[in-house]
């Protein structure tokens, strides 16, 4: 049974830092074998792509609004992988859920074979 767990949500004001992390057990053919990525849904509106590194080499790629802000960082060792978020605005308030895809890019619900099921971030102003 697959399952990812995030866990590090929580309230926070602006301009504070949070870290999500995602403990992923049971992936098939291993957590190593995986591209792990962030969505944020906000209420009313659609979930979209946060970030995401690669399953080889160990790339990452972000989406545009939290460049410089969120780094995205994995250990393959503890089946872990994190979002620390730095400098954050109210406009990140939003449900963080992790997501694994089997060895491929990850950039949308389409690539993603396995999801969490979400952490809440609110940032007061």
């Known amino acids: 049974q697959v399952q990812l767990v995030e866990s590090g949500g929580g309230l926070v004001q602006a301009g504070g830092s949070l870290r999500l992390s995602c403990v992923a057990s049971g992936l098939p053919f291993g957590f190593s074998s995986y591209t792990m990525g962030w969505f944020r849904q906000a209420p009313g509106k659609e979930r979209e792509f946060v970030a995401a590194?690669?399953?080889?080499?160990?790339?990452?790629t972000y989406t545009d609004s939290v460049k410089g802000r969120f780094t995205i960082s994995r250990d393959n060792a503890k089946n872990t992988v994190f979002l620390q978020m730095n400098s954050l605005k109210p406009e990140d308030t939003a449900v963080y859920a992790c997501?694994?895809?089997?060895?491929?890019?990850?950039?949308?619900?389409?690539?993603?074979?396995?999801w969490g099921q979400g952490t809440q971030v609110t940032v007061s102003s």
């Open positions: 590194i690669m399953w080889s080499g160990g790339s990452t």
């Open positions: 997501a694994a895809a089997f060895a491929r890019r990850l950039s949308s619900d389409y690539d993603v074979n396995y």
